[in-house]
DNA sequence: TTGAAAGCGCTAACAC
DNA sequence: GTGTTAGCGCTTTCAA
């Protein structure tokens, strides 16, 4: 593989000897100094640095994995989806892998994809990768998946066996539970919730959190209503909920759904949050200027990635050091004008 | 880097000589045989493939990249957000290059970045890609970028020297055309433009196709309304906006701007489309779902990246065939709710 | 603190 | 059709 300027940018691309050659060192000092070994002086160090340089070195990762072992990058499994949830969670972890000095792979898995997250993974280890981040990880029913390398899962515990196995929330099922609870404390008797894919996890834990706020409190617990995360979802939902006059709040497991359930609740004639109270998941962008501006929980991916890339980069270069647990992250509901009391 | 089950799963990683070994042929059959070579017998091929199977081996994609100059891996440049279009764009060039057989590597420019795309190309390029696709490009005023890999500009064309520099358009002129003329086909008498950051190239070609349509026609060209991109901008400019009675008509750059501004419009009085109409651009899910629905139109995405990312592949393989150009794609106008005549 | 030699696991070029 | 011989450009011993 050619680097530098590439291909054939005009002269050939200089290798480490190159570098040693100029620098009137062996090519290992060369080596040494490009990864800041110990046991090089400061004036040789220089050297080589002004070197390198000058011929516009750049070390081939290539040679550098095979030689050692260790490719420096990272894979993740994401879902093929543009969804704000997903996207936001892969932007978080490039950030968090970059800074941490790796180089990040990307595999998507999409819905139906008969090889689904193993594939993913199985490409993602043929590629070398050092470790394993699952973003969202959905139950594929597949069971225990294997995997050789450190894998850090994203949003929900998941079945992996690997030499370490991090996982790190997104504080899904507390933020649920917040959600519920913000309704309860309006006045509301109980609270319906519209559900999304029951295959991911992160659609689970919503409900979990849920479940969890409204026994705690020993309300009755309304059927569910189930939704596949899009706002057309939400949108049928309502059209249903409308005609049930007991309904006075719900509890969407994400903004789009809640967004398609208020519009239908509007045509149907019955106001929000007068008539209905309607909380969403995500704070989406968009979330504030919605009519009405809507009530919602924000997720800390950006926390979730960070701290959770720190731990998986732990377990690649320190494989036999305890596994440190993650930080909660602070669970942030959001107050808009999508809810108020019961009439 | 170890594979197949990895670091430690047990026994030790098989190579390619093992499975030579157990098929009872030399090492560089193996490697006929898993490069799909030519010049191999249909028998000495299944032999292999049952030995390699048997012994769960793995190529070592490091060696191979090594030993043949070539990575099989596209590095993409994208924008460090969340939002639809980058986000949408990511995922349609994810699911080409895997199905061109390369693996991807990404690499985020965040807004501010003084390293910028030529730094995430630097660092791609030490990756060792065969290839780099740059996604919504934004002029950062740097001028020329040498690559020495061929490059695919989606978006928008670009300042790159490169080997072959592919550029697929989104169609996104013809589109801000489309919305402005459908504006003019209603009946108003001009169109106002809510324009996004203008370093990015996405932004001036909505403005330009704006800008075509209004003139095409010989109508009064408003001044420009500067937008960020964010419904909060959005929102902003239809505050400023609803006090100028004479507005019956905006083309906002992206739909959450015109999310926003519809939002401020709403809020000062003005109804939607009655008084004012209002096209976005993106068909974001959520368009159909706000009040009223949106009409805007639909970016590519999905063809852009298939068809940019077979060319990439193209100019990688065979350096010296003549480029061919990408099919335009076809504009798609999404007549919803929020434009209607003018009163 | 530095250097020489020996691979890492493949593909490329050439022989047979 | 198949095998042999050399590397690819680094890191890893081990010596000095």
Chains 1, 2 share one sequence.
Do not use: C
């Amino acid at each position: 593989m050619t680097r530098g300027l590439g291909r054939d940018g005009g002269s050939a691309t200089p290798r480490s000897a190159d570098v040693a050659r100029l620098a009137g060192v062996s090519q290992k000092t060369v080596s040494r100094v490009l990864n800041n070994e110990p046991y090089v002086s400061a004036e040789v160090r220089e050297r080589v640095l002004a070197a390198a340089d000058q011929l516009g070195y750049r070390l081939n990762q290539a040679a550098r994995a095979l030689a050692s072992g260790r490719s420096r990058s990272i894979g993740v499994v994401s879902l093929g989806t543009a969804w704000y949830g997903p996207a936001s969670l892969l932007v978080g972890v490039e950030r968090a892998v970059r800074d941490a000095g790796y180089a990040l792979r990307v595999v998507n898995t999409v819905e139906g994809d008969p090889a689904g997250v193993s594939g993913a993974i199985q490409l993602l280890i043929e590629q070398g990768v050092d470790g394993i981040v699952i973003s969202e990880p959905i139950d594929e029913g597949a069971g225990t998946v294997r995997v050789g390398v450190p894998v850090l899962v994203l949003g929900a515990p998941s079945a992996f066996v690997a030499p370490q196995v991090v996982s790190v929330g997104v504080a899904a099922e507390q933020l649920a539970r917040a959600a519920t609870e913000h309704l309860l404390d309006l006045g509301h008797s109980t609270v319906h919730h519209l559900a999304g894919v029951q295959r991911w996890y992160a659609a689970r834990d919503r409900l979990n959190g849920w479940r969890t706020a409204l026994r705690a409190r020993g309300r009755a617990e309304p059927p569910i209503i189930a939704g596949d995360w899009t706002a057309a979802s939400g949108y049928a939902a309502g059209r249903a909920l409308a005609s049930g006059s007991d309904v006075t709040a719900v509890f969407a497991a994400n903004d789009d759904m809640a967004i398609g359930l208020i519009r239908a609740l509007l045509e149907a004639g019955r106001r929000v949050p007068d008539d209905v109270s309607v909380v969403g998941f995500d704070d989406i962008p968009l979330a504030a200027f919605v009519t009405p501006p809507l009530t919602t929980v924000r997720q800390p991916f950006d926390v979730a990635a960070r701290e959770g890339v720190k731990l998986l980069v732990q377990a690649i270069e320190k494989p036999d050091a305890d596994p440190s647990t993650a930080v909660d992250p602070p669970v942030e509901l959001i107050i808009r004008a999508s809810t108020a009391p019961p009439r």
